[in-house]
């Protein structure tokens, strides 16, 4: 994680400016969104948990589909396990992997509580270099001048505010990130308020807004430090009309701190937990960075209803470059992701907090060939799971969609599976189109070029 100071370097913020109204700055988000949106209030506002898996996963965790093809043609062997004729089979009933989270993959959509589309498949610049794809993901659009998937959400949020009784700069933590500074963030062709930008917390909520000690007040009461300082401002304000706003934000930075310091510090968020009837235990998240940022991430979505999007990446679990060793590593990775994401679609279920969408895809999906190397060079096709959000209108969840071929040439490195000319597919850009969909845009495609996912029964469901 990095800090507080080198995030905001990164971003191009200053220090003061995370908690500055918008009143401070020229905002130029209502000249800079197209004119042809169409836009609706929601009539309940989602919050999004933006996990995205750098290096391009393999989507063979959730589509063994074509396996038996797949194995018959790869220059290298896959395990025995995963040959279909085998009583021992490691392939579930709708085809995923079982040791690789597969099995935690059919028990959240037997529950309701996920979908899986196995068909996010790029026809438009068909790339596969890490870092277009990345930018182009998180940006939710091939052109790269354009703003990061939240902060166009942000410039949507200030243009049309779905919330009835707060102002956008009114709003608290609405833009979170536990991974520092990403591409999702980039401000692109968008000025959007101060007040919007993403507020970078770890995964402990070690609070980067409480003030540390000051060696020109009395060091033997930091409390009363922090009283004086305030009287101090408003002091100042009061005297000189033209630093209203940044007593305005000095206010902010106290609103913040308090927050995090009684209602959101590491203890607290354990404490909340909820327990599990099934187990007579609190719920209990993997012990591990990645695992602690996730139950971070539900806690303040749930303690919290105005932080509408929160990212993180998949740090602590590794990489998903899996170019060697694949067949060893990727499968416990992927199993220890599932295994987070399913006690978070536990505490959602129990907290009964239906408004909270977690969203998981990364910059592509792999070949199917095991190269010389024992991996997966850079493929084209790859999953989305998406979890949560029953309360959302439209939203479809316990869906397993898209269907898939082997395509290549036998014994070579260039194998891979594509959808069927019957499937369903679409590309990436889609994911960021459905968020804005879910958000009030009722053509989302002005931003992306992509429709929204369609979520609709007339795709069917491939679920055995």
């Known amino acids: 994680m990095i800090t507080r100071r080198q995030f905001l370097k990164a971003a191009g913020i200053g220090g ?31 919050q999004v948990i933006h996990i995205f898996l750098y290096g391009g996963p393999s989507e063979l965790a ?14 290298n062997p896959y395990p025995s396990s995963l040959d279909p004729d085998n009583a021992n089979s490691d392939i579930t009933a709708n085809n995923f992997w079982g040791a690789a989270g597969g099995d935690i993959m059919e028990q959240l959509l037997d529950n309701g509580q996920m979908s899986l589309y196995r068909t ?6 068909d790339n596969k270099g890490h870092s277009r794809c990345i930018s182009q993901n998180l940006v939710g659009n091939l052109d790269l001048s354009k703003a990061g998937i939240a902060t166009t959400l942000a410039a949507i949020i200030d243009k049309y505010n779905p919330f009835a009784n707060k102002q956008v700069d009114e709003l608290l933590l609405p833009f979170v990130t536990f991974e520092g500074n990403s591409r999702v963030f980039s401000p692109g062709d968008l000025d959007v308020p101060l007040a919007l930008r993403p507020l970078a917390l770890d995964a402990n909520f070690n609070n980067p807004y409480a003030r540390s000690r000051n060696n020109y007040l009395d060091a033997s009461n930091e409390n009363d430090n922090d009283q004086k300082l305030e009287e101090l401002a408003q002091i100042q304000s009061n ?25 959101f510090n590491s203890e607290k968020i354990i404490e909340d937990l909820p327990v599990d009837p099934g187990t007579g235990q ?24 105005e932080s509408i999007f929160i990212s993180l990446g998949s740090g602590g679990l590794g990489g998903w470059d899996d170019h060697s060793d694949s067949l060893t590593r990727y499968p416990s990775r992927i199993q220890r992701l599932m295994e987070a994401l399913q006690a978070a679609a536990r505490h959602m279920a129990l907290m009964e907090a239906n408004t909270i969408i977690i969203n998981v895809f990364g910059d592509f999906g ?19 799971y998406t979890l949560g959000g029953a309360d959302i209108p439209d939203r479809a969840l316990g869906k397993l969609v898209g269907k898939t071929r082997r395509i290549g040439t036998a014994f070579q490195n260039r194998q891979f599976t594509s959808p069927t000319d019957d499937s369903y597919q679409c590309e990436p850009f889609a994911i960021a189109s459905t968020l804005f969909k879910y958000f009030g845009v009722r053509n989302p495609e002005v931003l992306t070029g992509e429709p929204a996912i369609d979520e609709s029964d007339n795709i069917p469901n491939e679920r055995a």
Do not use: C
């Not at 959730?62 to 220059?75: C, M, R």
């Not at 996010?120 to 610049?125: F, G, T, W």
């Open 120 to 125: 996010i498949n790029r026809i438009k610049d």
């Open 239 to 263: 005297l000189f009309p033209q630093y209203e706003n940044i007593n305005n934000a000095l206010i902010k930075r106290a609103e913040l701190a308090g927050f995090i310091e009684s209602s």
């Open 62 to 75: 959730g589509n063994l589909t074509n396996i038996e093809e797949i194995a018959a043609n790869s220059q």
């Open 282 to 305: 609190k719920i209990q998240y993997p012990d591990s960075n990645f695992g602690n940022r996730l139950r971070a991430a539900v806690s303040l979505a749930i303690k919290n209803p």
């Open 16 to 46: 003061l400016s995370l908690m500055a109204p918008p009143l401070l700055w020229k905002n130029e988000v209502q000249a800079a969104l197209p004119d042809a949106l169409n836009y609706a209030a929601p009539a309940v506002i989602p």
């Open 366 to 384: 792999r070949n199917v060939n095991v190269n010389d190397s024992k991996g997966w060079d850079h493929g084209n096709n790859q999953n989305l």
